[in-house]
């Protein structure tokens, strides 16, 4: 079954996509500064669209206690949604 509507929501926003793009094609769990590096955004604008993507649980937090620098791998949904 595809989630029509989150496909659509991921398509909107380019940042969205270009994130999950990132991690689905990252080996290692990643952190917002390796995002905020890789696509050249703003800690901030990083750390907001993780939020997002954490919330539509396409993005999963790998270690939840940390309070800095929590690592997040993209779920099994999250790919599908990209393909």
Known sequence: ?????LYAWVNRGSRRKS???LFAKSEKPLSTNDIKKSLK???SQA???LKELSSKKLI????P???IGKLYV???K???ILK
């Not at 079954?1 to 509507?5: I, K, Q």
């Not at 999963?60 to 270690?63: G, H, L």
């Open 78 to 80: 999250g790919k599908k």
């Open 19 to 21: 994130i999950l793009e």
């Open 41 to 43: 955004i703003a800690i």
């Open 47 to 49: 750390s907001f669209t």
């Open 65 to 67: 206690k940390d309070k």
């Open 60 to 63: 999963e937090c790998v270690n």
């Open 74 to 76: 993209i779920t099994k």
């Open 1 to 5: 079954f595809m989630d029509w509507g």
